[in-house]
């Protein structure tokens, strides 16, 4: 019997007790002195998450929500765009696009491989008329583990000197690096179910001073996702429509926990989760989906072939009460995945580890007891 499920999956991903408790409690009038306090601070803890001195918008939505928000307010109908495709939320990005009757060009990898920064550089070097508008990247490719190299693609972008360079951070901000003004980015997109450690139900828009200027001109149409409104009223410390002030309380709450354990300890921290799960994974003879140099912070897919990825799932589920993440799309039954984003940290590896080595066995798959769990330990000595 399990009061509740040890959560791994890569959003909504586990939120801390005293967030929990922050959260209940009885609402706020969102014109209220105690709310624009409250805005202010969260805005604050933001701008210090992203690194930015930046606008940081704060929408009632999911990731997605913030990243049609990203879309619709810098570009206009026919837009020439970039896209990079590697896997599931690339495409998102793509479909949205092309939702919004921009014209879309794909950069695209094998679903577990990177994208290749050169072609990008490429592409853009060719662009010699400036008529590519944004360049769109999914930072942390969540359906496959994959993490791509943002810097370098970042870098053809700005050597465009006009192109946008628009973000998707939902899985890699609160994770590893994401310096918004450092880069230059100038949108980036978050949500709240991911590495801020509260449940879902916010969307998070970074907006740079180019981008404001593209705002000006975009002919996209906008109303409930105008940021612009955001952006004004955020100066006042309010929002302009009812906000869920419930997920504020908690996201205070979550910005203190991750000021108190400081950005460089929470990167160093996800890169042991990422190589626990990695070195357990070779110990317990599982073949990864992605390679190690582009490990994400955030999530290891696993794509075993002696056993069946949805049978050590429901195993998982069934005797230790511990949810992973099934494949998406054409990896659909061909992989599982673990989260190891926000609160998910080395105890939830080794708890998650062990339990595989037992679920592992009753499958019959090739496997040491204790090797995995000795793996992951191995990687913590090194790193202490
Ligand atoms: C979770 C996620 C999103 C947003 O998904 P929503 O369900 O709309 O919150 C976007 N991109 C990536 C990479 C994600 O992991």
């Known amino acids: 019997m399990f009061d509740r499920s040890l959560l791994l999956i890569p959003g909504p991903t586990l939120v801390p007790e005293s967030v929990l408790r922050a959260m209940a409690q009885h609402p706020i009038g969102h014109r209220s ?3 624009s306090h409250l805005m202010g601070e969260v805005t604050a803890g933001l701008k210090w998450l992203h690194q930015t001195q930046n606008d940081v918008l704060i929408l009632t939505a999911s990731g997605t929500g913030a990243m049609e928000a990203g879309i619709i307010n810098f570009l206009s109908p026919g837009d020439r765009v970039l896209c990079g495709c590697n896997g599931k939320f690339g495409e998102r990005w793509a479909d949205l696009c092309r939702a919004f009757q921009l014209q879309v060009e794909t950069i695209s990898a094998p679903w577990g491989q990177p994208l290749n920064p050169d072609e990008f550089g490429a592409r853009l070097a060719a662009d010699t008329d400036k008529t590519i508008k944004a360049v769109i990247v999914t930072h942390s490719e969540t359906s496959t583990g994959v993490i791509n190299d943002l810097a370098a693609i970042n870098r053809h972008v700005q050597a465009h000197g006009q192109a946008l360079i628009m973000v998707d951070a ?5 994770a590893t690096p994401v310096p918004m003004d450092e880069w230059g980015l100038d949108v980036v997109v978050s949500g709240s179910q991911k590495g801020y450690m509260i449940p879902p139900g916010l969307g998070f828009v970074a907006v740079s001073e180019r981008a404001w200027r593209a705002y000006e001109t975009a002919k996209l149409p906008r109303f409930y996702f105008d940021l612009g409104k955001y952006r004004r009223d955020a100066a006042k410390n309010t ?17 203190q926990l991750m000021q108190q354990e400081g950005l460089p300890q929470i990167f160093a ?5 990422s190589q626990m799960m990695r070195a357990a994974a070779a110990a317990m ?30 195993l ?14 054409h990896l659909k039954g061909k992989i599982f995945r673990i989260g190891h984003l926000g609160f998910a940290g080395e105890r939830e590896m080794l708890t998650v580890i062990s339990a595989l080595e037992a679920v592992l066995q009753q499958l019959g798959h090739p496997v040491t007891p204790g090797s995995g769990v000795a793996a992951a330990l191995k990687v913590l000595e090194a790193a202490a």
């Open 33 to 35: 002195s105690e709310f």
């Open 170 to 174: 939902v899985t890699s901000l609160g």
């Open 239 to 255: 929002t302009p429509f009812t906000p869920p002030v419930n997920l504020f309380f908690a996201l205070r709450q979550s910005l």
């Open 269 to 273: 921290r996800h890169r042991r989760t």
């Open 285 to 314: 003879n599982l073949p990864l989906l992605g390679p190690a140099e582009c490990a994400s912070p955030a999530v290891t897919a696993i794509a075993p072939t002696t056993v069946e990825a949805e049978a050590v799932r429901s």
């Open 316 to 329: 998982l589920k069934k005797q230790f009460g511990i949810a992973v993440a099934g494949g998406q799309d």
